[in-house]
């Protein structure tokens, strides 16, 4: 057994996620906990909502509210989604606590005091029209570097590179269009170059990783500059220096606040297990956690944050960049084990867009569909490695021809021909087993190492999609057995034969697809008379702020119960009882129905 962290990126509290959100964050992380935990590790999955930064301050002033209720607002709302696809966290929880600003504090100090944060003057943006602060992300104009003309101020999603928003040519706000005026300020800036050496070293003995992360990670290494840390904003966590900690107008940086979650969410799940040091196990390089392994789970947009600016922090407070230094009071502290990047959702050709109305949220998405049928798409044909477009017409033909007529045909023709004709998973005959049968269990039991191997190297599609090849090889076994001609009593037992191997087969199936099914996982696990947890589900609970703050909702939940990743032998004898369709088949209007929503 080894501890396991998964590290699942933050979605931003401005707004409910969409689909395009959970299949780069949400579902291949917890497809990947759900395995490992199966597999006997001792799995620490963490994240929670981003709740600070410019866009929050903005739409509440938009909104006539403050940041702290829509905040509070879309946690909720995100929360419930999350919950609704069944995404098995140890703690959701958010970056508003008083645990986390005490976490983000003491990583700054710890920095500061190492040498790798550096006070800078610098020439900030302001509006001329009202005088407040224009933060970089609302800045917009073209790429000094590539050219790209939609370039934020703070990083060309284009090339990739940061940039400052005084390098930007022809900017112009975003929130009015207006040229922004650049005055003097003083902010904090992370010492990027001094922790060069230290990140290169790291990154060369990263091996395993796609190959797109590891070479735009490298990259990036070339032209390395110092990057603000704080900002001029009232919305955020206090910067924890003399002269500065009071100051109503500036605040940490939303990118530096919202990476150190991982590591604060941890420590606030640690608190609530009763053993406050337990997330030491997962965080700490020396003792117990040095063997650790983290993987980091978020969309393409997101790597640099990931691969660089977040081990930066790391090592830095740590003291093993350029300047050496002494860890702070949390010690040295893991860096990652792997970064796993996905690529862009599109949908119907285009980019998912919230203002364009080129979007469907995942609530909406559960209201009309089953969440195993948007999680087998994710896995099946989502965007682990390239863009990939989701389209109606592919969501139906996936969840009728795979999902309906392959996995839900086989579990409903076994079980529904062994409840009608033995009432119970049916003996098998003291004659012994025939090739076929031998072969159709063997291609079931190889499928556990080959599917496994496969979620722990991040290829959910090629994982998926060798489960499925179990399920295919049942269905082409029972059609050439036609356990169904067998109608006589001397037939009896070799009808039994051919029904216990298939449901044998479909329990093993069902293991195997629970980590990316988990709530049809359940339902097949009953139809076969099992009782108990077989898919273990997160729950909702509103609990107290640790330090005294406003209470909110988390997600949490009993990971110890469930499958484990093998093949369990089933009882003959156990009762069956006529199944219901695990799956729903769609009518084909639904892409015509869902077509006229997007053009509304």
């Not at 390089?285 to 930066?312: C, L, Q």
């Not at 995942?362 to 989502?382: K, N, P």
Request: glycine share 8%; with cysteine.
């Amino acid at each position: 057994m080894s501890h396991v962290l998964a590290a699942v990126a933050w979605p931003y509290a401005n707004g409910p996620r969409h689909i395009g959100h959970v299949s780069g964050f949400g579902v291949p992380s917890d497809v990947f906990a759900r395995y490992m935990r199966m597999a006997g590790h001792d799995v620490l999955m963490v994240s929670g909502t981003d709740e600070h930064g410019t866009p929050i301050q903005v739409q509440a002033d938009a909104d006539g509210v403050t940041p702290r209720e829509l905040a509070d607002r879309y946690n909720r709302v995100i929360v419930e989604d999350l919950h609704g696809l069944g995404l098995s966290y140890d703690l959701f929880t958010r970056t508003t606590t008083r645990n986390h600003y005490a976490v983000v504090q003491e990583l700054f100090e710890g920095m500061y005091r190492n040498g790798y944060i550096v006070p800078k003057t610098t020439m900030g943006a302001i509006s001329p029209s009202t005088g407040r602060t224009l933060p970089d992300r609302y800045i917009e104009g073209t790429c000094p570097i590539c050219g790209y003309d939609s370039a934020r101020g703070d990083q060309c999603d284009n090339c990739g590179n940061q940039l400052d928003p005084i390098d930007l040519i022809d900017p112009k706000s975003r929130i009015n269009g207006e040229t922004p005026k650049f005055v003097e300020t003083e902010h904090f800036f992370l010492d990027l170059p001094a922790l060069a050496e230290v990140l290169r070293q790291w990154l060369d003995t990263r091996d395993g990783w796609r190959p797109n992360v590891l070479r735009f990670s490298r990259n990036l290494l070339d032209d390395l500059q110092p990057r603000a840390i704080t900002r001029d904003l009232e919305w955020g966590v206090p910067i924890p220096l003399d002269d500065w900690r009071d100051r109503p107008d500036k605040r940490i940086y939303v990118w530096f606040d919202a990476v150190i979650g991982y590591l604060s969410a941890s420590i606030e799940w640690a608190r609530r297990s009763g053993d406050p040091e337990a997330w030491r196990r997962w965080w700490s390089t020396d003792g117990e956690g040095k063997d650790a392994r983290s993987y980091y789970f978020m969309g393409k947009d997101n790597i640099v944050f990931h691969s660089v600016i977040w081990p930066a922090l790391l090592s830095g407070y740590s003291g093993e960049g350029s300047r050496d230094g002494e860890p702070g009071q949390l010690g040295r502290l893991n860096l990652p084990t792997e970064v796993v990047s996905s690529e862009y959702l599109t949908m119907e050709g285009r980019k998912f867009s919230s203002s364009r109305k080129v979007v469907i949220y995942v609530r909406d998405f559960l209201e009309r569909y089953d969440a195993d049928a948007l999680r087998y798409f994710i896995a099946a044909a989502g965007p682990e490695s390239n863009d990939t477009d989701f389209t109606w017409a592919e969501f139906l033909r996936r969840n009728n021809d795979e999902l309906v007529a392959g996995w839900g045909n086989l579990v409903n023709r076994s079980v529904s021909m062994a409840a009608k004709n033995f009432g119970a998973i049916p003996p098998v005959d003291p004659a012994g087993l025939t090739e076929a049968d031998e072969a159709l269990l063997a291609v079931a039991r190889a499928g556990f190492a080959t599917v496994g191997d496969l979620i722990g190297r991040h290829r959910q599609k090629q994982a998926i999609g060798e489960a499925m090849k179990v399920v295919a090889e049942a269905n082409r076994y029972l059609s050439e057995q036609a356990p169904w001609k067998l109608k006589t009593e001397a037939d009896k037992p070799r009808q039994g034969t051919i029904l216990h191997v298939a449901l044998q087969v479909v329990s093993d199936a069902n293991t195997l697809l629970t980590p990316f099914l988990p709530h049809s996982a359940q339902q097949v696990h009953e139809l076969l008379g099992g009782t108990g947890v077989h898919a273990p589900m997160p729950v909702i609970e509103q609990v107290d702020d640790l330090d005294g703050g406003p209470s909110y909702p988390v997600l949490t939940g009993d990971y110890t119960v469930g499958a484990r990743w093998e093949s369990v032998p089933l009882e003959s004898g156990r009762p069956l009882a006529p199944p219901k369709p695990v799956f729903r088949k769609l009518d084909p209007s639904i892409v015509d129905e869902e077509l006229a929503r997007l053009a509304e």
